[in-house]
Nanobody, 123 residues
Framework: QVQLVESGGGLVQHGGSLGLSCAAS????????VGWFRQAPGKEREFVAA????????YYQDSVKGRFTISRDNAKNTVYLQMNSLKPEDTAVYYC????????????????WGQGTQVTVSS
């Protein structure tokens, strides 16, 4: 089982930027598809972005395309989410999650989760 720890959340103004990190231990992330999900108060957890284990193909929710970038550094066993042009509707707890091999955007398919990090965007 891979253990995940997110960091980098905080408070930012509308239009600002934040970078999140997801550091892994216990397993090499290079064999995992890693996803970022978010959950706002009163809402269900939703897919944000993912990077596949093979060839690092990336996937994004439509609302974040062009603003968010997911990337990985296998040497550091870490996946990143760079968030630019942030909007108040991006406010949520952000979670990283990992699953062996195949890509998915379904939270139920991911077996390893971090504890989450709060992102708040003020208007």
């Amino acid at each position: 089982q891979v253990q995940l720890v997110e960091s980098g959340g905080g408070l930012v103004q509308h239009g600002g930027s934040l970078g999140l990190s997801c550091a892994a231990s216990g397993r090499a992330l290079s064999w995992y598809t890693v996803g970022w999900f978010r959950q706002a108060p009163g809402k269900e957890r939703e897919f944000v972005a993912a990077i596949s284990w093979d060839r690092d193909k990336t996937y994004y929710q439509d609302s974040v395309k062009g603003r968010f970038t997911i990337s990985r550094d296998n040497a550091k066993n870490t996946v990143y989410l760079q968030m630019n042009s942030l909007k108040p509707e991006d406010t949520a707890v952000y979670y990283c999650a990992a699953r062996r091999l195949a890509y998915s955007d379904n939270a139920g398919d991911f077996g390893s989760w971090g504890q989450g990090t709060q992102v708040t965007v003020s208007s």
